[in-house]
């Protein structure tokens, strides 16, 4: 075989937002083996929260100007933490997140933050005409019809592996050819269990997930498959597409990640092994796509296996998608409803099946705002937050 062109040097500077969690350090290794690979990446920004220890540590591996942390009284800690190594500008707060996201000397920033706080500077980034790496949900989520109202083409660019999977396979395709995507989702460690024993589930049970190693609240999302609808309403916004046209199939074995039907019926899919650095890189890299150490998969091994998505088993999903449907400031209410009940019955104090009996009380109690501003979004998140921490145990049980 002939020998492959050698890959084009990138060179890419980089504002990267929670950049001590799981999603930022991974993209901060990525860094680290493109440089090695001899491309030119540079990480201008950082923006984390509570764990200096590591952002003083990634200050001095990676130098960037300006570093952004969530409380003021931090500073001086951090200024001890990295000492002589590094002397660039701490900026606190939503103003430091705000002069991350649009720093001058930036043009992709990785938004990797967790929770609704992620939205502005998602919404200021895009403003500045910056491209945003996307993996923090809550800018679609409950600020969808705001992100689309300031992006341009391609100004997104997702990290979630479906979004990924979805985007590169959409690359290439022209809107007319799409008859519907498809998601898949590896179904949680309750796909098989017999539905008169969901009142006994444990946390235990449900920390168990079978294919992706993540966080406490997205291992219970992904047990309800709430996590799953969150990505239903992200696709819809970052692709365009009427919710009648995307789809959500269970795959037990994460190997396909995303599908595209295609209006004569053919199927494209993405598949891979399930390791996030492969995204992120794709993210990092694109529109280039180049080598990865990412592990090969071995087609011979794999056995591939759908479902669809039942309504008794995974009441939750229907519950949010239906919220994504309706829009406006439905979507925010789900989003904050399932996180305070995801909390709740991490501390044992309701039911797993309570996650789905509170985020439906709380919907129904909500009275929407269409299309809402900024103020109205976060209101609603607030009031939801509330209302949820208000249902007594026994009434969702
Ligand atoms: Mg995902």
Redesign the pocket.
């Given at each position: 075989m002939a020998s492959m062109p050698p890959s084009p040097l990138i060179r890419k500077r980089l504002a990267i937002l929670g950049s001590t969690g799981s999603v930022g350090s991974q993209t901060l290794a990525v860094v680290e083996a493109l440089t090695r690979a001899g491309h030119a990446f540079s990480v201008v920004a950082l923006a984390a929260g509570k764990n200096l220890e590591l952002l003083a540590a990634q200050a001095q591996r990676f130098q960037p100007k300006l570093i952004a942390i969530e409380r003021a009284k931090d500073l001086s800690k951090l200024r001890r933490l990295v000492g002589t190594f590094w002397s660039g500008e701490i900026v606190v707060g939503e103003e430091g997140l705000i002069a991350a996201a649009t720093h001058p000397d930036a043009d992709l920033i990785v938004n990797a933050l967790v929770g609704a706080l992620g939205l502005i500077p998602t919404l200021e980034a895009l403003k500045a005409k910056k491209i945003v790496a996307l993996a923090n949900k809550e800018s679609l989520v409950i600020g969808g019809h705001l992100v689309h109202g300031v992006q341009s083409k391609r100004s997104l660019i997702p990290i979630?592996?479906?979004?990924s999977a979805l985007f590169q396979l959409m690359h290439s395709l022209h809107p007319s050819e799409i008859e519907r995507i498809i998601l898949t989702a590896s179904g949680g460690p309750f796909r098989t269990r017999p539905l008169d024993s969901f009142a006994q589930i444990t946390v235990a049970e449900a920390l168990q997930h079978p294919t992706w190693q993540m966080g406490k609240r997205i291992t219970i999302d992904s047990a309800t498959l709430v996590?799953?609808a969150f990505?239903v309403i992200e696709a819809h916004w970052l692709f365009d597409l009427p919710y009648e046209k995307i789809s959500v199939l269970i795959h037990p074995q994460s190997v396909v990640h995303g599908l595209v039907e295609l209006t004569d019926g053919s199927i494209l899919a993405h598949l891979s092994t399930t390791d996030m650095k492969l995204p992120i890189q794709y993210a990092l890299t694109y529109p280039e796509r180049v080598p990865s150490s990412v592990a090969r998969l071995d087609l011979v091994k794999q056995k591939l296996e759908f479902a669809p998505v039942g309504r008794e088993r995974y009441p939750a999903f229907w519950l949010v998608c239906e919220a994504g449907q309706r829009g406006g400031t439905f979507p925010a209410v789900a989003n904050a409803a399932d996180e305070v009940f995801v909390q709740r019955f991490l501390k044992n104090e309701i039911p797993f099946v309570g996650i789905a009996r509170g985020i439906e009380r709380v919907l129904a109690e909500h009275e929407g705002v269409p299309t809402p501003a900024l103020e109205e979004i976060l209101e609603a998140d607030r009031w939801a937050r509330q209302r949820a921490s208000e249902f007594p145990p026994n009434s969702l049980s």
């Open positions: 979630d592996s479906e979004h996590n799953k990505e």
